[in-house]
């Protein structure tokens, strides 16, 4: 006899039941026993405003971070008005420093070597110390040029400022590491009568000249409407030397 169909379903339903309450018990283990919903997985929108929140937070610490740092160091109304008068002033010092170049009226003056006659031949009683420019005779004429009242000097191409030191190496100059050779062209600018007053009254300049009648080095003067100085280009900052200090009794 064949089984009929209600008993298939009869045992069939069951077991369907069955799977499908083992279903519903694994979704609900997943989901930790709450209802699983589309709106708790996380969005990018969100993510998005977070981010743009937190830079913004951390431009405005950045922006009072640069304005306190403006305050100690420049910046504010008080210290740019301190760093212009600095500045100012450094531009007027640099002037009166020689760092500067110049242009005015003046005086050349030409110191040389002796140079042989025509023949070819020193004078006979001249020992070869009495035919070279010495030392002393560049000082003597850089000391009454400046006591004149002098701008500014230069020498060759280089300016002359207070810490310049021409020294002479056997028959050549060296100034700030630099070599030369006769003939030594030292240009000022200044008073030119007043600069030529002071060399005709300086000793040594005196005596130079008449080395120069003597032994035929070389002198010339030669005042000019305008003449230009170079600025000095070297290094300013002393290595060695420090200021002097208050002198007590």
């Not at 018990?25 to 699983?36: N, Q, R, W, Y």
């Not at 420049?74 to 760093?83: H, M, N, V, Y």
């Not at 760092?99 to 005015?104: A, I, Q, T, Y």
């Not at 030369?180 to 300049?205: D, E, R």
Request: hydrophobic share 40%; with cysteine.
């Amino acid at each position: 006899m064949a089984p009929s169909p209600k008993s298939g379903w009869r045992f069939g339903v069951p077991v369907v039941c069955l799977l499908a309450g083992l279903l519903l018990a694994a979704t609900h283990h997943v989901s930790d026993g709450g209802e699983i919903r589309r709106s708790d997985a996380p969005r990018l929108v969100d993510l998005v405003r977070e981010a743009q929140q937190s830079a913004d937070r951390l431009t405005v610490e950045r922006d009072s971070l640069v304005n306190s740092l403006d305050s100690h160091h420049g910046g504010s109304p008080g210290a740019d008005a301190a760093l212009a008068a600095i500045t100012n002033k450094s531009a007027r010092l640099a002037v009166d420093a020689g760092l500067e170049p110049m242009r005015g009226a003046g005086l050349v003056v030409t110191l040389n070597d002796a140079q042989r006659d025509a023949e070819g031949r020193f004078p006979r009683d001249a020992s070869p110390d009495d035919l070279v420019v010495h030392q002393q005779d560049i000082d003597a004429v850089l000391n009454a040029l400046w006591s004149s009242g002098a701008e500014g000097i230069q020498m060759q191409d280089q300016r002359i400022i207070g810490t310049s030191a021409p020294r002479c190496v056997g028959n050549t100059l060296l100034l700030n590491g630099r070599t030369y050779s006769p003939p030594y062209v030292i240009t000022a600018v200044g008073n030119a009568s007043a600069m030529q007053a002071a060399l005709a009254a300086a000793p040594l300049v005196t005596l130079y000249r008449q080395y120069v009648v003597r032994f035929g080095l070389g002198y010339s003067e030669e005042p000019r409407a305008q003449v230009e100085l170079a600025g000095y280009a070297g290094p300013v900052r002393m290595e060695f030397a420090k200021p002097a200090g208050p002198v007590g009794y």
